[in-house]
């Protein structure tokens, strides 16, 4: 399987209790209902713990602010995934998604990629 990562950053004019809210409650239940469209398997948000041991972590290696939340879609492989979002369908939901988190994250300040996992 491979996984769909992406690292958040809220909009600047929302509060970080609307982002999580917005997140949680709106785009979650909306990407869940449309999840199969595209064969997605699995769908997890981590929301950022707000304490300030982050702060400390973050200072003592030297890196960038921290992320409001992590967002990860597990599909069967790299080709499941293409597959799902170049079918007509998903093609019209990947747009729908784009468009929805566009209501609660600040893109040019996020990023995302695709990662395998290495268990130990």
Known sequence: MIKFVMCLARR???????????????????FMKNAEVIG???YVQSHT??????????ASRGML?????????WFDSEAALVAGMSSPEG???GAALHED???FIDHAASCAFIVTEHEF
Do not use: C, I, M
């Open 101 to 103: 988190e566009a209501n």
């Open 65 to 73: 602010a921290e992320f409001d939340g992590v967002a990860e879609v």
């Open 40 to 42: 997605a398997r699995r």
């Open 12 to 30: 600047k004019d929302l509060s970080r209790e609307a982002f999580l809210d917005y997140w949680q409650n709106r785009h979650g239940p909306f």
């Open 91 to 93: 093609q019209k939901l």
């Open 49 to 58: 713990v707000t304490t300030p041991l982050n702060d400390g972590l973050r």
